[in-house]
């Protein structure tokens, strides 16, 4: 019943700006209600603030949902992830580019099938709610098919995505490559079928340089500089095996980065997935585009890709977005991804902290995303898409937080600790999209 206005009494915890990388959040960063009240109707948030200060402002017949033991946080984002490899997560012992050919790429191919795919869209869906990831930007298989179960499944439940059908016209399996420019025209019927249409949005797909030719590169530049509201995801930079190929293929490019920008590809609402083995004049040039780079520790560790360095994107100004790469990653809970970055900086003398993890989670992916206008934040006029979180969600987590003394503590003892256990309940366009059982 989502024309109602529905309010949630708890602590509630969002950001307005960006904390910084400090111990201590910079001023004005963070916004907490111990006895916090959301309001909200109609899919979108009224208000949100102090319970005793709201409360004389509410309409007579609000329904309240008292949960002042829980904590709400904005719905977790997550920028980038592969639906179709959910089936193919924890496939033993290889780098990237034997892990593409050996486990990836034949299951793509089952994505051929429209059954198996409406299938997996929603089991993957399942997944997200249990995870408190109400958003995320998603690689479906090359077959249009694909993109169109992917997208049906979210419109139904209401959710804000981003997807796209890949574009790979060579080096893979007959059945998973596309037509240069056929896999173009595809991507246009997607595109004017499902971008803009509800909470969901287009993102062009190329898969990464060395299965696009130039001409399929140049034609998916084509497409963003007809309608500059797409976005654009790909791969970069993530395994030094992949480096040599992409040298080989593209002698007359000067680096990985440059193959891209050749054929327009690099702007502000790219996203580029792993960005490792970068330099600092790549860096420079993805800042001055607005482009991000995808962090994903738990896909990094899994693959033995290596150890992003965080810290010199951000004192690049550097646009980063986090997120868990599934099937190379190892977790789809943002939670856990949080722990991986958190010891992916360990290992780089540049540990995250609770509070740069939860605004990179939510407010930093949404302006990473330019999604910032809708969602990531707890406030009047934003979309209604927020996680409940139970900080005693198993013996373990709840000894370990009756410990904690702060909110710092609280918050990084979850990021450490917590799983899906502490994703109490999911909400998503003001719906209920998902509780824990028992
Ligand atoms: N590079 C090209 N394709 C992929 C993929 O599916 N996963 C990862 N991690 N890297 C890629
Ligand atoms: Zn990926």
Known sequence: DTGRDWLMR????SFDSDPGDADSPREGSVVYHQDGALWWANGRIQAVGDYTELAPRLPADISIIDQRDKLVMP?????????????????????LLDWLNEYTFPEE????????AEKMADVFLDELMRVGTTTAQVFCSS?????????????RRGLCMLAGKVLMDRHAPDSLTDDTIGGIRDSERLISDWHG??????????RFAPTSTR????AAGGLLRNDPSLWLQTHLSENLG????????????????EVYEQSGLVGPRSTFAHGIHLDDGMRQRLAERGANIAFCPSSNLFL????????????TGLNLTLASDIGAGTDLSGLATLKAGYQVGQLRGQPLTAWAGFHALTLGNAQSLSLDDRIGRLAHGMEADFVVIDLFASPLLARRMSRCQTLAEELFTLMMLGDDRAIYETWAGGRLQHRRSA
């Open 109 to 116: 191919c089952r994505f051929a099938q429209f059954a198996h």
């Open 143 to 155: 077959h249009p098919n694909s993109v169109d179960a992917f997208f049906t499944a979210a419109q």
């Open 304 to 315: 033995g890709s290596g150890l992003f360095d965080r810290r010199a994107a951000r004192d």
């Open 197 to 206: 249409t509800d909470r969901l949005g287009y993102s062009v797909t190329p």
């Open 75 to 95: 719905g977790f984002i997550d920028s980038h992830v592969h639906y179709v490899q959910l089936e193919i997560m924890a496939s033993y012992g290889r780098q």
């Open 215 to 218: 001409a399929q590169l140049d």
């Open 242 to 257: 992949e480096l040599d190929w992409v040298a080989e293929l593209f002698p007359d490019s000067r680096d990985y980065l």
């Open 10 to 13: 708890a602590r509630i915890l």
